[in-house]
């Protein structure tokens, strides 16, 4: 499949940077001064307007200038991407259902298989170095999970 990278870029950003700003006053309270200034969501904003605005710059010199660069993608190998993200996907959404560490030791595992590990050892110091990092964070440093 061959995609032109600007117009797909553009309309990723300009997508990007209106589900962020939808975003932005769910994830961050609005400060108790109420000024400009101490305001915790004026950078994500900013970021976010900058985002959609190098978007739109895409799709106008796609669009207009006619200047892209057309890539030829491998679907089959994309797939295997995708599958992947499908994996994270599925990690983040059991974060909240069983906690961080079942859900961190089941997608080292599901990664590995996904992977085809054969190694026992990758399996065994994966487990083990997940399990290390959440009692370094939750007991050394006092995060709550």
Known sequence: MKIKTNLAAG??????????????PYQIGEAAGGTITSDARLFPKMFTILIGSLGIV?????LVFHKEVVKE??????????GYYAIVF????????????IAA????????????????WH????????????????KGLGVRF
């Open 11 to 24: 309309l990723l950003c300009l997508a990007a940077s209106v589900i962020i700003w939808i975003l932005i």
């Open 105 to 120: 030791l089941l997608f080292v595992v599901a990664s590995l298989i996904y992977l085809k590990s054969r190694n026992k």
């Open 73 to 82: 993608i491998q679907v089959k190998q994309e797939a295997k991407v995708m």
């Open 90 to 101: 599925v990690f983040a959404i059991l974060i909240p259902v069983c906690g961080f560490l």
């Open 58 to 62: 895409l799709i106008v010199i796609s």
């Open 123 to 138: 399996y065994i110091a994966s487990v083990l170095v997940t399990i290390a990092v959440y009692l370094a964070f939750s």
